[in-house]
């Protein structure tokens, strides 16, 4: 430390404030898709505390809060945060707890702003969806908690029945795998959801990894978005869907750069559900979460017709 601190000090302007020492306390997980993430952690937030303890021993704060007050003002920013919508008419149940738990906050929030309600429900431990005008099934690891999603078989047949009466739905990666008829990993095998008609499968190296590109199909049933061509998203995933496939499934997306699902093509439509391995951003080049909120809204409002 001592070594590095003068280096620092001789041949840079860059003051030393503080070091922090290894920790073995400090060591997150790691697993197939990275670092276990905190949801799935039951003392995440002791061993949040025990690492701002840890920082708080070793750092001079008073010294970094004295370099912040001489620091020129930070340039405000010109990125407008989404317009609340002046009522939240849509119901979405949305799978939370630890084998679903990937989800993008400003997505979840563009979701909100478009006028959607958000109602978390857990597919480990509830045995009923919430009332709900549509559904949404995130990214996570369904692969490391197959068991006790197999095991819930009332929320299984109860998602099943929803969606086959037309719930209209929207599965990423995770969530497709968990809709698939079975998931699959190593000589262990569990039943899932069984709407898509296929099984996951979990494979030794990525199936798919990184940027994609994505360009929709006349399947794809959300409301238009003009001008829309080809659109980035990304994919991460070492299951893919046991081939072959039904030749007659549809698809909502043609694949110009990435795996999706067979190759060529992502995002799988049955009745109001587009299943995909991609997960998508909204952004500029792709709302999807106001187009969402409009075909959940659409079908509600055509089903009270």
């Not at 430390?1 to 620092?8: G, I, N, P, T």
């Not at 995440?44 to 021993?57: K, N, P, S, T, Y």
């Not at 809060?65 to 008419?89: C, F, H, K």
């Amino acid at each position: 430390e001592s070594k590095l601190r003068a280096v620092l000090e001789h041949y840079t302007d860059v003051p030393v404030v503080g070091a922090v020492y290894h920790d073995d306390a400090m060591t997150i997980a790691e697993r197939h898709l990275g670092l276990v993430p905190s949801n799935e952690s039951a003392d995440a937030r002791a061993f949040i505390e025990h690492i701002g303890q840890r920082v708080a021993e070793q750092v001079d704060f008073d010294a970094i809060l004295a370099i912040a007050a001489a620091a020129p003002p930070v340039p405000e920013s010109t990125i407008e945060p989404p317009t609340p919508a002046a009522e939240r008419d849509v119901r979405i149940a949305i799978a939370r707890d630890p084998a679903f738990g990937f989800y993008y906050p400003d997505d979840l929030e563009a979701l909100e702003a478009a006028g959607a309600e958000l109602l978390p429900f857990s597919p480990l431990d509830d045995s009923r969806l919430p009332e709900c005008d549509g559904l949404f099934l995130g990214g996570g690891f369904p692969e490391t908690h197959m068991d006790r999603l197999a095991a819930n078989a009332p929320i299984r047949a109860a998602i099943r029945d929803a969606i086959e009466a037309g719930l209209p739905a929207y599965a990423e990666c995770g969530g497709l795998m968990y809709l698939a008829r079975s998931l699959r990993w190593d000589t262990h095998e569990a039943e899932m959801v069984g709407v898509l008609p296929a099984s996951a499968v979990m494979h030794e190296r990525p199936m798919g990894r990184g940027y994609v590109q994505l360009e929709e199909t006349p399947d794809h049933p959300w409301p238009g978005e003009p001008g829309q061509t080809v659109f980035p998203a990304h994919e991460f995933h070492y299951s893919a869907l046991e081939t072959p496939l039904p030749p007659d499934l549809r698809f909502a997306y043609r694949v110009h750069r990435g795996t999706g699902v067979d190759g060529r093509h992502d995002g799988i439509v049955h009745r109001n559900l587009v299943a995909s391995y991609a997960h998508l951003r909204d952004t500029s080049h792709n709302h999807w979460a106001g187009r969402f909120v409009q075909f959940v809204r659409a079908c509600r409002d055509q089903k009270r017709v």
